[in-house]
């Protein structure tokens, strides 16, 4: 006879804070990954995924030599935790709107360097949710545009700022700006010094391209450069063109603080270039969110100067 698994028994408060415990340490990729995010110890991690798996009477996750990785039975758990824990999250949101004042979460996922656009669009809109609602608790995460999309599809993150780029057609868009992007080089580059050259002439230095999906106008602005580094962010690009061995597109706010210095150059001003719209997207089909519409309200509106 096949062992008998347990009887599914209804889904206590110490359920939910253990089925917390797992999905940190999945999306973080292990014990000792999620001790600063959950302020516990790796042992007491330890025990509290023995106890899930206790009372789920399944294995959830290997550990040894081979590094962490989730069972198929924890693959699946984790996906129903989400679905959970979301829900929650609904339902606290919807008591929420019950009360007059502005209370809740925000959870918003922003692309990586948009701090140093001079509008600001993102900054003053977050300052007037908090004046609109002091309780409101806002969770900023740092991702590529890829995983914001999917993160606000599974219901993760309630609003994203992503370059205006292959988007699912299941999310709706808010338009912010357009990000300029420009060629440059460091000041060890042998054309940091050299008389200005023309695009064609570019063919023959190491440069870095992006990894990530560009809009139309930043692929053709590409066709210049001969890639020999790959970066999967704006971040990782200027690691590689502060080197002085390579040229790269920047976006022309995160630079002009290393043009100031006379670290970087900007080459080809005019030439080559490109721009980048970016929106705010969240989920066509998403509840009533509360705090989400006051964000979204505010984000419409003109930046304070």
């Known amino acids: 006879m096949k062992p008998q698994r347990p009887s599914p028994s209804p889904v206590t408060d110490f359920d939910i804070r253990l089925l917390r415990v797992f999905k940190t340490v ?4 292990g014990f000792s990954a999620a001790e600063g995010e959950l302020g516990i110890s790796r042992s007491a991690i330890s025990l509290h995924m023995g106890d899930l798996e206790k ?8 550990r040894g030599r081979g590094g962490f990785a989730l069972t198929e039975e924890g693959h699946e758990v984790l996906q129903g935790a989400r679905r959970l824990l979301a829900g929650l999250e609904a339902f606290r949101t919807e008591v929420n709107a019950l009360h007059h004042n502005l209370r809740g979460e925000l959870n918003i996922g922003i692309t990586d360097t948009l701090v140093s656009y001079p509008e600001m669009r993102i900054t003053h809109s977050l300052a007037r949710l908090k004046a609109e609602g002091p309780g409101v608790r806002i969770n900023i995460h740092m991702d590529p545009p890829g995983e914001i999309a999917r993160a606000v599809l ?5 609003v ?13 868009t808010l338009a912010l700006y357009g990000e300029h992007s420009s060629l440059y080089c460091g000041c ?4 940091f010094h050299a008389a200005e050259p023309e695009p064609a002439e570019l063919a023959q230095w190491d440069a870095v391209v992006p990894s990530y999906p560009l809009p139309e106008s930043g692929r053709e602005a590409l066709a210049w450069l001969t890639g020999t580094a790959t970066a999967s962010d704006r971040e990782g690009a200027a690691f590689l063109i502060l080197t002085g061995a390579y040229l790269g597109y920047l976006p022309d706010h995160q630079a002009a603080a290393w043009v100031a210095e006379g670290r970087l150059r900007l080459l080809c001003a005019g030439k080559a270039g490109y721009s980048t719209p970016f929106v705010a997207i969240t989920r066509r089909d998403r509840s009533p969110h509360r705090v989400l519409e006051a964000f979204l309200q505010v984000l419409t509106k003109e930046p304070s100067r």
Do not use: I, Q, Y
């Open 188 to 191: 060890e580059h042998p054309l």
């Open 26 to 29: 999945a999306e973080c990729g």
């Open 154 to 158: 599974d219901g993760r993150l309630h």
């Open 160 to 172: 994203g700022v992503v370059p205006e780029v292959n988007l699912p057609t299941s999310v709706e």
């Open 55 to 62: 009372r789920l009477g399944l294995k959830l996750c290997k």
